[in-house]
């Protein structure tokens, strides 16, 4: 270990091979937009702009995380979810920049939402007062700071008060398509309406084979959300008179995400720009916007720690051992000798080193390509001859991706590998030639090493106990625990 410490000294982490375009960045996320400017989050930290996209200027610098900006009504403030004392809570700044003022300040996430319709509450999430931390309650909190007050709804992962403050849309539910998407079990994003005087409830129709819907924001009595019921994610319109749903946008390569609406208009991100939508003409425009920041995390550095070890093969001697370490593959000795570096390909990820039974070659995945492939080199290191490797095979593999484990045979011949599908395939590293030797049920399937010329065989089979007769030994008319034989 204190081995692998001390190379990790000499491991450089350099700056992706794609240059950061200051003239139209991509990577842009929570946008909001007021009557005429609009925030944005980059690099951890919050921006502005204006709403053609020119006049970027950063708002919070702090090493904290910053998300989920949201202008005030007037548009003097932003409200955004802090990370400033390792908690998520609420804050406030001028638009103008300034000290950001925290509001919130309970050990749960606090998470920002937006304003109530006068301007002088910010409306969040937080799981303050659910003790099984299963859902989220929506809250507000003064402008000005003190008392949180909760609202009359029993739980919420989204919502938007109307511009009148009569009305609260809200999504009851945490969001399963985050985990699984085109998500249609039995807790799908819904939008329920809440008229907060009469307490009665409305929700957005939906189709009968259920969707998504989410993220509500108002355009003055007109409600719009995000839903997938048409495929990706888009902005839809539900008109409240005659029950109508709309889809307003229609992109088909990429979700819209985030959006918020203000100032007549609809901010959102999509495919990593952001995006402005005119509900009056129904057409949305990517607006170019410029982030020129320094970058730290880009910066080449050197990365200490067997913290960032992922897999690991010791060589047959036990002489040696190769590491997956920060994307690339190396080997350190056990006890003399030099460290080495078999990839040196800071812009792939290289990952579950193999050492072959005869010690002299060592295999891994790798997307340097785009797709992830197999790569076998000497384990002294590939041989390069004017800058290029000359000695690393380098072998296209077929499957449904994803794939690990990889196993050589005892004779060294053959390798075998696991995908996504949970399919076991072999490969033969002398001709490049594979072959799907068998598929299995299981959730995480691990091929062992078979005899030579004998089929492989997969080493995640678990027996299944035959069932047991049971019968009570009390009689159920009292409570009874902790039985002693």
Not at 249 to 268: E, Y
Not at 398 to 427: C, F, M, Q, R
Request: proline letters at 8%; a positive charge; hydrophobic letters at 35%.
């Amino acid at each position: 270990m204190r081995k692998l410490a001390s190379l990790a000294l000499f491991v450089c982490v350099a700056a992706s091979a794609y240059a950061i375009d200051v003239a139209d960045t991509r990577m842009l996320t929570d946008p909001a937009v007021s009557a005429n400017r609009i925030a944005f989050g980059y690099a951890n930290d919050l921006w502005l702009a204006s709403r053609d996209g020119s006049g970027v200027q950063r708002l919070t610098s702090h090493p904290g995380v910053e998300t989920s900006p949201r202008f005030s009504p007037d548009g003097t403030q932003v409200a955004f979810t802090g990370r400033y004392e390792g908690n998520a809570d609420v804050y406030v700044v001028p638009t103008v920049g300034g000290e950001p003022r925290r509001l919130t300040w309970h050990p749960g996430v606090d998470r920002v939402l937006g304003f109530s319709a006068d301007g002088k509450s910010v409306l969040f999430t937080s799981q303050r007062e659910v003790h099984t931390n299963r859902f989220e309650q929506l809250f507000t909190v003064p402008l000005t700071g003190g008392a949180v007050s909760k609202l009359p709804i029993p739980s919420a992962s989204s919502a938007a008060i109307s511009p009148d403050g009569k009305t609260v849309a809200y999504v009851p539910l945490r969001e399963a398509f985050r985990s699984w998407k085109r998500y249609r079990g039995g807790t799908t994003a819904r939008v329920m309406l809440l008229d907060l005087a009469s307490m009665t409830v409305e929700q957005v129709p939906q189709p009968p084979e259920r969707a998504n819907d989410t993220q509500p924001m108002w355009i003055g009595n007109a409600l719009y959300f995000l839903s997938d019921r048409n495929g990706e994610f888009n902005l839809f319109r539900f008109d409240r008179g005659s029950k109508a749903v709309e889809q307003v946008t229609t992109f088909s390569d990429f979700p819209v995400l985030n959006a918020t609406a203000g100032g007549g208009s609809i901010a959102f991100e999509q495919a990593g720009y952001v995006h402005l939508l005119d509900p009056a003409t129904k057409q949305s425009r990517r607006l170019r916007i410029g982030v020129a920041t320094d970058l730290a995390e880009t910066r080449p550095r050197f990365a200490k720690g067997a913290k960032y070890v992922r897999n690991s093969s010791l060589s047959p001697t036990g002489a040696r051992a190769a590491f997956e370490l920060r994307g690339e593959i190396v080997t350190v000795p056990a006890e003399k000798g030099d460290d080495r570096n078999l990839t040196q390909s800071v812009a792939a990820n290289d990952r579950s080193p193999a050492w072959s039974p005869d010690g002299k070659s060592i295999a891994w995945f790798t997307d340097e390509t785009g797709e992830y492939e197999l790569r076998i080199a000497p384990q002294e290191g590939p041989a390069r001859e004017g800058g290029k490797n000359v000695t690393t095979k380098k072998i296209k593999l077929t499957g449904a991706g994803y794939y690990e484990k990889p196993k050589w045979s005892p004779d060294g011949k053959l390798l075998s590998y696991v995908d996504n599908s949970h399919s076991i395939y072999v490969v033969d590293p002398a001709t490049a030639s594979r072959r799907r030797s068998r598929s299995t049920s299981s959730i995480a399937p691990t091929p062992s090493s078979s005899i030579p010329g004998r089929p492989i065989r997969s080493g995640s089979r678990t027996r299944v106990p035959a069932p047991r007769t049971c019968r009570p030994s009390t009689s159920g008319r009292s409570r009874r625990k902790s039985p002693t034989p």
